[in-house]
Structures are given as structure tokens and as C-alpha cells.
């Protein structure tokens, strides 16, 4: 890995750390994908666009 994004992601990762915070193991997960695809047609379109790339 590029030794500038192993900084930034360590860096990221202390941050992370040091907020303290965790995750509410109840509430439901879910992607930015999952907000944008909601449809059957969303899904096959974001599918053949993804193949295509």
C-alpha cells in the first residue's frame, strides 16, 4: 500500500479511537447504497453500469 495512505489511515483510525464512541449494536446497518437503490430497475441499471466500468 502507498506509505501516504497508510498515514492517513492510521491517523484516521486514532481519530476514530479517541472519539470513544461505539457503534449501537441495535440499530440496523445499512449502506449509502441501500438509500439510493430502491428499486428492482435502480439495482439491474447500478449492476450493468458497474460491469461496464
Known sequence: MNKSI????????KK????GRK???KAPVSSSL??????????DLFMKLLKEA
Do not use: G, P, Y
Not at 497508510?6 to 483510525?13: F, I, M
Not at 476514530?16 to 472519539?19: D, G, I, R
Not at 441501500?34 to 439495482?43: F, L, P, R, S
Open 23 to 25: 457503534a449501537d449494536a
Open 6 to 13: 497508510e498515514r492517513k489511515l492510521a491517523a484516521l483510525t
Open 34 to 43: 441501500h438509500k439510493v437503490i430502491k428499486t428492482k430497475e435502480q439495482a
Open 16 to 19: 476514530a479511537k479517541e472519539n
